[in-house]
């Protein structure tokens, strides 16, 4: 597990190297759309190369980041809005969309409206599926994308921030696993109490 994280962690600061914001930007597309790669490795990291080699800027990162997640909520809303729910049910579940999370996305989006596209973009598995029921209700697309955008940047500085301060942790940078695991499990407790809280305590409760 160590030699593949670091490996990892190898590859992508190298990536960053060359691929500088249009690498965040393609990763974070691809974040927002039906293939959840998770933004809370793709923005810290590169928010801390920002600030440590000072090749791009943490402002720069946190943009990139709003405009990949716009760029990627967009497809999924015009998707949903051309295709139609039954499309999106049909194949959907190729790209891991279930029918049940389809239904607590347009609970989400039917019980909070155009601010819950904003508050969308703060929290797990409904950041990068509210494109659909937005695109299937035809909600106003500038309305989603003024939204997408300013909800995304909200969190994208969020996850600079906290890149920015994990850098901080030598033993982290070292490749340490004892800070490594730390930091993974009070990132994931912190985004799955954020998910029940805030998303599935409330959708159960509109079943």
């Not at 051309?82 to 194949?91: D, E, M, Q, S, T």
């Not at 909070?112 to 950041?127: E, I, N, Q, T």
């Not at 490594?180 to 109490?193: A, H, M, R």
Request: with cysteine; hydrophobic share 50%.
């Amino acid at each position: 597990m160590h030699d593949l994280i670091t490996h990892l962690i190898s590859w992508y600061a190298a990536s960053l190297e060359t691929g500088g914001y249009p690498l965040v930007i393609l990763l974070m597309a691809i974040e927002s759309s039906i293939i959840p790669v998770p933004s809370e490795l793709v923005i810290p990291f590169a928010a801390y190369q920002a600030h440590l080699h000072g090749n791009m800027s943490v402002v720069g990162v946190v943009i990139a980041g709003a405009v990949g997640s716009w760029i990627g909520a967009t497809v999924m809303y015009w998707v949903s809005r051309v295709a139609g729910r039954p499309f999106v049910l049909r194949y959907g579940r190729y790209f891991f969309i279930s029918a049940d999370k389809v239904q607590q996305a347009e609970n989400w989006a039917s019980e909070y409206g155009v601010f819950g596209v904003f508050a969308s973009r703060l929290l797990p598995v409904v950041r990068h599926l509210i494109g659909i029921p937005a695109g299937i209700v035809r909600l106003n697309f500038t309305q989603y994308s003024i939204q997408t955008v300013l909800g995304s940047a909200v969190w994208c500085a969020v996850l600079a921030a906290v890149g920015v301060v994990a850098g901080q942790d030598q033993q982290l940078i070292n490749g340490d696993m004892k800070s490594i695991t730390l930091w993974i499990s009070g990132g994931v407790i912190l985004i799955f109490t954020l998910y029940y809280f805030f998303v599935h305590r409330q959708l159960k409760q509109k079943k």
